[in-house]
């Protein structure tokens, strides 16, 4: 059974940074490109950031780029998402997805097979 679960989240005031962790069971993240997607409330999911297969192509939505950084370690399955500089408009859920298309321009998620639960990032100003 596949399981894919996301970590890092909490509570942070703006400027600070967070680190999120998206590891699985049951399936290698190396063989797969990797997004990470938030839903603030309110809103519509959008996709942050994503890497592919051999982290030659990596993208992030323009109000995350200088301060968010994707990365993968492959020894232990998992991919992280450096987030730096928050703001307040950062807070929302971010949920990690397996199987997407990762293009230089967007995350597409239509290909996506498996999602984690998410977990919560909070900007407080």
């Known amino acids: 059974q596949v399981q894919v679960v996301e970590s890092g989240g909490d509570l942070v005031q703006a400027g600070g940074s967070l680190r999120l962790s998206c590891t699985a069971s049951?399936?290698?993240?190396?063989?797969?490109?990797v997004g990470w997607f938030r839903q603030a409330p309110g809103k519509e999911r959008e996709g942050v950031s994503c890497?592919?297969?051999?982290?030659?192509?990596?993208y992030y939505t323009a109000s995350v780029k200088g301060r968010f950084t994707i990365s993968r370690d492959n020894s232990n399955n998992t991919v992280y998402l450096q987030m730096n500089s928050l703001k307040p408009e950062d807070t929302a859920m971010y949920y990690c997805?397996?199987?997407?298309?990762?293009?230089?321009?967007?995350?597409?998620?239509?290909?996506?097979?498996?999602w984690g639960q998410g977990t919560q990032v909070t900007v407080s100003s």
């Open positions: 890497v592919d297969l051999s982290m030659t192509t990596t």
């Open positions: 049951g399936l290698t993240l190396a063989k797969y490109p």
């Open positions: 997805a397996v199987d997407i298309l990762c293009l230089s321009t967007r995350v597409v998620e239509t290909t996506t097979k498996y």
